[in-house]
């Protein structure tokens, strides 16, 4: 019998200053925030120019950080991929931003498609001439290699037809990849309703790091893999503080992030995880 209780409450200090809650599913582990906007109201949520993930420079130092921060990372994942699948093949990003992870995909030789809803971003992406789609829905079945989530899934509007979808386009022994938050980590519960990576309501639901394997076993996938992210830890940590509005924010954001990852070498809760899955053959 599933169980549902309230997790936390926690504040949008991003943007609307408004209160939501995040109710604890004990059956799949998954935290949904309450209440859920429609989905035309959703959009209006990241209607910032202080939304970093849908641009591509900004002039703060901060900004400058994160840039570089998303270079790096964009090798990281390139490399995760290469690793997977030596030969180029089709791949999919849900969630694409402004397309830097297709991009350099496409240099490597992959056939690139990226599922992004704002305008924004995904203008910046098309004028690098990657191909865009609205939906997974436009996909034919069994045609991609792999599909990748970074840190997108929290954000889809509907988390079952995602997947559904997901598994409808991935052949046989490909690869969904998702990146995602992990609200079990050292930081979140140093911060609790503090922790930016709550990111109320963008974020519709949150994961631990068993959350996905309950949920995908079910719709045939195998877990092959996990991996850290490193660098989340310090990002998370340095908006947290932001948000307690501490004037050492920035340092205090670092030591914090090194003492999430240290802790995290002997729980394995890092503050944000990759979880490679594999769709099975029956």
Not at 31 to 49: A, F, R, V
Not at 109 to 117: F, K, L, Q, S
Not at 256 to 274: E, H, M, R, T
Request: hydrophobic content about 40%.
């Amino acid at each position: 019998m599933k169980k549902i209780k309230e997790y936390i409450k926690v504040k949008d200090s991003f943007l609307s200053n408004e209160n939501f809650t995040l109710f604890l599913n004990e059956f799949d582990e998954v935290l949904n925030t309450s209440p859920k906007p429609s989905e035309k109201k959703l959009s209006e949520y990241y209607n910032s120019s202080q939304y970093l993930s849908h641009k591509n420079s900004g002039s703060t130092l901060f900004a400058k950080i994160y840039f570089i921060s998303r270079k790096w990372m964009v090798f990281s994942k390139t490399q995760l991929i290469s690793k997977l699948c030596p030969l180029p093949g089709k791949i999919v990003d849900v969630g694409s931003g402004t397309g830097d992870f297709l991009i350099a995909q496409n240099k490597k030789g992959w056939n690139v498609v990226g599922i992004e809803p704002s305008a924004t971003a995904r203008k910046i992406a098309e004028n690098a001439n990657i191909l865009h789609l609205s939906s997974l829905k436009k996909l034919k079945d069994i045609t991609q290699d792999a599909i990748t989530f970074w840190h997108s899934l929290e954000h889809v509007y509907d988390l079952e037809e995602t997947l559904n979808q997901a598994k409808r386009v991935l052949k046989i022994k490909g690869y969904l990849i998702v990146a995602c938050p992990n609200y079990m980590s050292w930081d979140a519960k140093y911060y609790k309703k503090n922790w930016a990576a709550w990111d109320v309501p963008r974020h519709l639901r949150h994961f631990s790091p068993n959350s996905l394997n309950l949920i995908l076993q079910k719709k045939g996938f195998v877990q092959v893999d996990k991996k850290p992210l490193l660098l989340d830890a310090f990002y998370v940590s340095i908006l947290s503080e932001k948000i307690k509005k501490n004037r050492l924010g920035f340092l205090k954001g670092i030591l914090i992030g090194l003492i999430s990852n240290v802790v995290a070498l002997f729980s394995k809760n890092y503050s944000s995880q990759v979880y490679v899955f594999q769709k099975k053959c029956n």
